[in-house]
């Protein structure tokens, strides 16, 4: 019997690192319906990279994917001027076999974060908040609130404990998987602890700070966070097939995802676990076609003013070599974007700049491989064959991950 301590379930660390995100678990929340599934082309599609590239994408996907353990990858890569390669392999479904599908809905774990601080970022477009406010402005009782700022907070750099690395914490939520948190209930297991460092001294990846920030755009708004990310991030981006779930709802087709995330640490099936706990941080679902048109959208500012967008992408280093962060967002090795990790599933959706080209990847299991993310590892290996120039995560050995 596999055996892992339920503790790595906190950790967070960017890229690298399970990053269980904070959902609040307000159960009146209106989404829209899920739309029948989409064709997508599962191969490379007419304009595709070429027979040699292609062959070498596959190759380098199945390695990574029978080496790490993963059950199902779905790739998607566009490079203007050279095509476009969409693979799904794998199984959705390890009891039925049933094979990966490229139409899939996912859950995309902290790269909601990219959504929440663009509809913190319109609001300050807006002229309703401001970066450098005090989050104490907002939302009382916060540890050292008064001198925490909304920048602070969407830059990782509060100081604030993450909640998610409350024992208790790991204890509630892997007892009872499916159960409703509200974000007041989930940044009262970090409250308790002391703030690790003085704001703004230094990086630390916390949920804390993006459960804050969705409850700054709630007051602020009026509306509840679902809805304003609808109005303002995904209507006007065209994002049809992303939503902000309310509880475990799932949309159809989606995979089955695995996690070693338990107190017993055995693998379990975590399709209809309660993303309610990750909220503003990560409880969002998108699908492939949606994280594709996204990619760009967040890393050129498309919804921002060009100074907001600006301050957003002004990123400073994490610790990690070759890694920087801004707003909500990241750059490595000249990417552009955010990756996702919530118990069973990972994401990467991420925008290179000096090519226009987009990477998308999503899998069915957050389970490390030699200490590290598989997205990750995919990632990398597929841009190392791809884009050679940028490789995703160049400089990271191990990761940090327990």
């Known amino acids: 019997m596999r055996r892992t301590h339920p503790r790595r379930l906190v950790a967070a660390a960017l890229l690298a690192a399970s990053v269980l995100a904070p959902i609040a678990a307000v159960p009146a929340t209106a989404v829209p319906a ?31 994917r029978e080496q790490a353990g993963i059950p199902g990858v779905v790739v998607g890569l566009w490079m203007p001027g050279r095509g476009s390669y969409v693979r799904a392999t794998g199984v959705a479904d390890t009891a ?5 599908s490229a139409d899939s ?10 959504f929440t601080v663009t509809a913190l970022l319109e609001l300050v477009d807006d002229g309703r908040v ?38 208790d914490f790991t204890q509630a939520l892997l007892s009872d998987p499916e159960r ?28 804390s700070n993006l459960v804050l920030l969705g409850l700054v755009i709630e007051k602020v708004s009026g509306r509840r966070l679902a809805d304003f990310i609808h109005e303002r991030v995904l209507g006007p981006a065209h994002l049809r097939h992303t939503l902000f779930p309310n509880g475990p709802r799932f949309p159809v087709p989606h995979p089955h995802g695995y996690t070693d995330q338990t107190l017993s640490g055995e693998t379990a099936d975590t399709t209809h676990w309660n993303p309610s ?22 890393a050129t500012g498309k919804l921002l003013s060009p100074e907001t967008q600006r301050q957003r992408l002004r990123t400073l280093p994490t610790g990690f070599p070759g890694t920087s962060y801004g707003l909500g967002i990241f750059k490595t090795n000249g990417w552009i974007g955010h990756n996702g990790s919530i118990p069973g599933y990972e994401t990467v959706t991420v925008y290179l700049p000096s090519k226009k080209a987009t990477l998308v990847i999503m899998i069915n299991t957050d389970i490390p491989y030699q200490g590290q993310e598989p997205s990750t590892l995919l990632a990398r290996a597929i841009t190392t064959v791809a884009t050679p120039d940028n490789i995703y995560d160049k400089d990271r050995a191990i990761s940090p991950r327990p």
Do not use: C
Not at 38 to 55: K, M, Y
Not at 96 to 100: E, F, K, N, V, Y
Not at 107 to 113: L, P
């Open 277 to 298: 706990w990750a909220w503003a941080a990560g409880a969002m679902i998108s699908d492939l076609h949606d994280l594709r048109r996204w990619a760009p959208i967040v």
């Open 34 to 64: 899920a739309e029948p599934a989409r064709h997508v082309t599962v191969g490379p599609t007419p304009d595709g990279l070429g027979p040699e590239l292609t062959a070498r994408l596959d190759r380098t996907i199945k390695k990574v």
């Open 180 to 207: 409703y948190f509200t974000p007041r209930e989930t940044l009262a297991y970090g409250f308790k602890h002391p703030n690790t460092f003085a704001p703004g001294t230094q990086f630390q990846y916390s949920n």
């Open 96 to 100: 039925t076999g049933r094979p990966m």
């Open 105 to 114: 809905y996912v859950r995309i774990g902290s790269e909601t974060k990219t």
């Open 130 to 167: 401001e970066l450098d406010d005090p989050i104490s402005a907002y939302v009382r009782g916060v540890p050292n609130g008064h001198r925490i700022t909304l920048r602070q907070l969407a830059g990782m750099r509060s100081g604030l404990f993450p909640y998610t690395a409350d024992a």
